[in-house]
């Protein structure tokens, strides 16, 4: 007889799913590098998208909107005067049975009859008064003298609830060795924690007293430590479920307390490990309340779970909020979060926490010399490649994803061929080089037809014809009008795809990224991407132009491209003592010196395109004026435009008219 194997499968419990596919950090990147952009600091703007979360993921104000919603749950439902209801309902029970007893009993003596019914007429109205009354009665019912009794069994059940979960459950119906191993077990407890008070317990302790005691404690602490925590969370929720009380129902309660299982020993063995725990956890939330409006009644060892609850949400509202020094997502209590709100929180927050995780320890951000963290040039490049490709998009005018190949950037293919050298970025001629590698292998005496391995030496590449390369400017207005007539982040955007565009697809050119407010200066593009706005009163674009001249004249062999971005005249120039001087309206002097450069930048052949935001009047004359100047173009887009135009600007200066597609730039 065969012996087949039968595989069962369930949910996985082992931790985060094996299976589960890395986590996305695209589209957490662009939300950080555009929160960056407006002016956001990389952990400002990390911490923006955490709490925001993305399109299909909760974030962190989402949970602990939930948590803040669990929390008025609990509220709302319960009310705290459950054990006071249970003992009025068996205080009234042994009442009336008694009277119906007494009522049977036609052997009684009248006159011990009528004194005891009157009795039970005059309890007093407070259910702790008439039990402590009743303490002593001697009853005729043996049905009324088992309520009563459950009564003190009750309340020991639910004063050792209040400090050990499960023990009103574990303890129903407990025999007297039942309720003297409780004894035993709080006179070693005592015992041990006074010892560790005053240093003098060891690890054998622990172990021994857990070896006795360990079935009292289902949270299995590993330590003396963890068993204290344990032991003082729940009292300290004892304690707050008290004071959340009204001042009759403490008192009421205080006073039954003293029957519980009819053993004075017990409330003094609990008096004296509350005393302790205080000692040894004096940061726990001892006087805390809580106010409760719902109509659910709590026992006391309930009342006190859900006070444990009020407080494990407020630590993670605490945790969620990140707003702590030196917090972060790792801090997050998972297996608290799944027990508030279910194993699918979990799963949000510990993909968050790897996001988080991910951006600061995979290289996409990092700290500068100051200390604050940045985008990283990894962040950099994966960013700029997102922005081409949206560009590419624009400039296409089709949607969707498209099939594109990575073409050379050194001009048309001739048909031929050459070896490779470094520094090379033609397309690889893929026939010649596995060509050349069989050819190898044959001669050193090797078999093409078990494995080819590629030499260095193997490479060729396709030739392409011959074409210039350019120096490129990207002047871009850093004015306050920028930030404030929103076209701040659309200009570095723009900057970031123009910057991948050239140092990936275009490596042989040139770019030089300069900002002009009160003064010009020039940026890398990382500085560019987090240059915050400043309210600054220039558009000194004089001195971008005299910049640009410089930097063209450090790459003589190569032609000229100057774009500007601007959204406004120039009102600013530099005196010959270097001061920025302003005026508003522009001074004739600001607007003489600005097309005297200009001039400079045409005798040199440079190919100027202007682009012109906003549809100020005086702007659009002026920028007329110096075109015609120089032979340039004006190009007014909008700002979600504004990427395009001057990437599609670039390639038009690039290929001299010739037509392009994607294909000869875009990947």
């Given at each position: ?85 249970e003992v009025r309902k068996l205080l009234d029970t042994a009442v009336l049975e008694e009277r119906k007893q007494l009522a049977r009993d036609a052997m009684m003596d009248n006159a011990d009859r009528a004194f005891r019914e009157l009795q039970l007429q005059n309890l007093p109205a407070s259910t702790a008064a008439a039990v402590n009354e009743l303490a002593s009665y001697d009853w005729r019912s043996t049905t009324a003298r088992e309520a ?348 970031l795809a123009l910057h991948h565009l050239v140092s990936t697809r275009f490596r042989g050119d040139r770019l030089q990224l300069i900002t002009f407010g009160r003064y010009a200066q020039t940026m890398d593009i990382s500085e560019l991407t987090a240059l915050p706005a400043r309210q600054e009163q220039g558009t000194n674009l004089q001195h971008g132009l005299l910049l640009a001249n410089r930097f063209f004249r450090r790459h003589p062999s ?104 994607d294909a000869d730039w875009a990947s």
């Amino acid at each position: 007889m065969g012996v087949h194997n039968r595989s069962r499968y369930g949910r996985y419990l082992g931790g985060p799913d094996p299976l589960a596919p890395p986590v996305d950090l695209a589209e957490a990147l662009d939300a950080v590098a555009e929160d960056v952009m407006a002016g956001y600091s990389p952990r400002s703007a990390l911490q923006e998208f955490l709490r925001r979360g993305g399109r299909d993921r909760e974030g962190l104000d989402d949970l602990a909107g939930r948590v803040q919603q669990r929390r008025r749950e609990l509220l709302g439902r319960h009310r705290l005067d459950g054990t006071l209801d249970e003992v009025r309902k068996l205080l009234d029970t042994a009442v009336l049975e008694e009277r119906k007893q007494l009522a049977r009993d036609a052997m009684m003596d009248n006159a011990d009859r009528a004194f005891r019914e009157l009795q039970l007429q005059n309890l007093p109205a407070s259910t702790a008064a008439a039990v402590n009354e009743l303490a002593s009665y001697d009853w005729r019912s043996t049905t009324a003298r088992e309520a009563y009794d459950r009564i003190k069994e009750l309340l020991g059940r639910e004063v050792l609830d209040q400090r050990f979960a499960g023990m009103k459950q574990a303890l129903e119906g407990a025999t007297d060795e039942d309720r003297a191993a409780v004894s035993e077990m709080l006179g070693d407890l005592n015992e041990l924690l006074d010892k560790h008070r005053r240093g003098d317990d060891t690890d054998a302790d622990f172990q021994e007293f857990m070896a006795r005691h360990g079935q009292f404690f289902p949270e299995n602490p590993q330590s003396v430590e963890e068993l204290i925590d344990a032991l003082a969370q729940r009292a300290a929720a004892a304690q707050r479920l008290l004071q959340s009380m009204s001042r009759e129902q403490r008192e009421e309660l205080m006073s039954l307390s003293a029957q519980a299982f009819g053993s004075p020993e017990l409330m003094a063995q609990l008096d004296q490990l509350d005393s302790s725990l205080r000692a040894l956890r004096p940061g726990e939330d001892w006087t805390g309340s809580e106010r409760f409006e719902g109509q659910e009644g709590l026992g006391l060892g309930d009342g006190t779970g859900v006070l444990q609850d009020l407080a494990e949400l407020d630590e993670l509202a605490e945790q969620l909020s990140q707003s702590y020094n030196g917090s972060r997502l790792d801090d997050l209590d998972l297996d608290a979060l799944a027990r508030q709100l279910g194993q699918n929180a979990a799963v949000t927050a510990r993909t968050l926490a790897e996001i988080e995780r991910a951006m600061q320890d995979g290289g996409f951000l990092r700290r500068g010399a100051d200390g604050d963290l940045r985008l990283s040039p990894q962040a950099m490049r994966r960013l700029g490649r997102s922005l081409l490709r949206d560009t590419a998009k624009q400039l296409s005018g089709r949607q969707g994803p498209r099939e594109t190949r990575v073409a050379g950037a050194a001009g048309e293919p001739t048909g031929s061929s050459r070896p490779w050298q470094f520094g090379d970025a033609e397309p690889w001629d893929v026939t010649r080089t596995i060509t050349n590698a069989i050819s190898r292998t044959v001669a050193d005496g090797g078999d093409p037809g078990r494995g080819l391995r590629l030499a260095v030496d193997d490479i060729e590449v396709t030739e392409t014809e011959a074409r210039t390369q350019a120096a490129v400017v990207l002047l871009v207005d850093v004015s306050f009008s920028m930030a404030a007539e929103g076209r701040w982040v659309p200009m570095k955007r723009t900057a970031l795809a123009l910057h991948h565009l050239v140092s990936t697809r275009f490596r042989g050119d040139r770019l030089q990224l300069i900002t002009f407010g009160r003064y010009a200066q020039t940026m890398d593009i990382s500085e560019l991407t987090a240059l915050p706005a400043r309210q600054e009163q220039g558009t000194n674009l004089q001195h971008g132009l005299l910049l640009a001249n410089r930097f063209f004249r450090r790459h003589p062999s190569m032609q000229p491209v100057l774009l500007v971005v601007t959204d406004g005249e120039p009102t600013a120039h530099l005196l010959p003592d270097g001061e920025s001087w302003f005026s508003w309206p522009p001074d004739p002097e600001t607007i003489r010196v600005t097309v005297a450069e200009l001039d400079r930048l045409g005798r040199a052949g440079t190919q100027a395109t202007f682009f012109r935001l906003g549809d100020d009047p005086g702007l659009e004359r002026f920028i007329q004026r110096l075109v015609r100047r120089v032979g340039g173009r004006v190009v007014a887009p909008e700002a979600g435009d504004l990427g395009a135009a001057v990437v599609g600007e670039y390639l038009r200066a690039h290929f001299r008219g010739r037509p392009y597609d994607d294909a000869d730039w875009a990947s």
